[in-house]
């Protein structure tokens, strides 16, 4: 099953823009991974679902523009433009697996992010 | 516009069980599969289980396999965890969360999300 490795931690100044990665281990390239936004003290909030080609679907309940995301190699990115106070959460990534009758769905260690 | 309440948690000594709930709303529950995630406190999430829509499929997380126990009653509209063999490494605040989508023959993700309710293994 892949592993999702996330950097722990990132901080940007209010108006400008971050972007998070999670990168998928090898062999994971094709895979399809979901980006939720934690906000303190709160339940997780889905944000949207990037695969190789971009985004899958559609984003999570209002979820604004400011935030997109991109898929390259192993690397699945979400981006954040003009970042907000509200933005201020542990932003963390999943992915399902399976194989045969079998079913995992499997986090990365998420990443705070601080706006200053 | 869909609503979920976790219910059950509380303190429990190593070794015991415990049941909890998952009150939903705002969809029609008995057509969606049913994720079940933790936080431990201060670190990730993980991923537990998950119950398809019509409840005879159901997959685990190895670390709770053979433990723990995920049903659904769609009368109730109500999702449940029964938690054996509790261990202090069990520790976490509990969500559920609805798949996005029904009748799905497989899961896909958590979508939307509760607001948890927190478990402590403790002597």
């Known amino acids: 099953q892949p592993v999702l490795t996330q950097p722990p931690s990132t901080s940007a100044s209010l108006g400008a823009s971050v972007t998070l990665t999670c990168t998928l281990s090898s062999g994971y390239d094709d895979y399809k991974v979901d980006w939720y936004q934690q906000r303190p003290g709160k339940g997780p909030r889905f944000v949207m679902r990037v695969g190789p080609g971009g985004i899958v679907g559609s984003k999570g309940d209002g979820i604004p523009d400011r935030f997109s995301v991109l898929g390259s190699g192993l690397n699945r990115y979400l981006t954040i433009k003009n970042i907000q106070d509200e933005d201020e959460s542990d932003y963390h990534c999943?992915?399902?697996?399976?194989?045969?009758?079998?079913?995992?769905?499997?986090f990365g260690a998420g990443t705070k992010v601080t706006v200053l | 516009q869909v609503h979920l309440v976790e219910s059950g948690g509380g303190v429990v000594p190593p070794g015991r069980s415990l049941r909890l709930s998952c009150a939903a709303s705002g969809f029609t529950f008995s057509s969606f599969g049913m994720h079940w995630v933790r936080q431990a406190p201060g670190k990730g999430l993980e991923w537990v289980a998950v119950?398809?829509?019509?409840?005879?499929?159901?997959y685990y997380a190895d670390s709770v396999k053979g433990r723990f126990t995920v049903s659904r009653d769609d009368s109730r509209n109500t999702l449940y965890l029964q938690m054996n063999s509790l261990r202090a490494e069990d520790t976490a605040v509990y969500y559920c969360?609805?798949?996005?989508?029904?009748?799905?023959?497989?899961?896909?993700?958590?979508?939307?999300w509760g607001q948890g309710t927190l478990v402590s293994v403790s002597s």
């Open positions: 119950i398809l829509y019509d409840g005879n499929n159901q």
């Open positions: 969360a609805k798949d996005p989508l029904w009748f799905a023959d497989r899961p896909e993700y958590p979508q939307h």
């Open positions: 999943g992915a399902d697996y399976g194989s045969g009758s079998n079913f995992v769905y499997v």
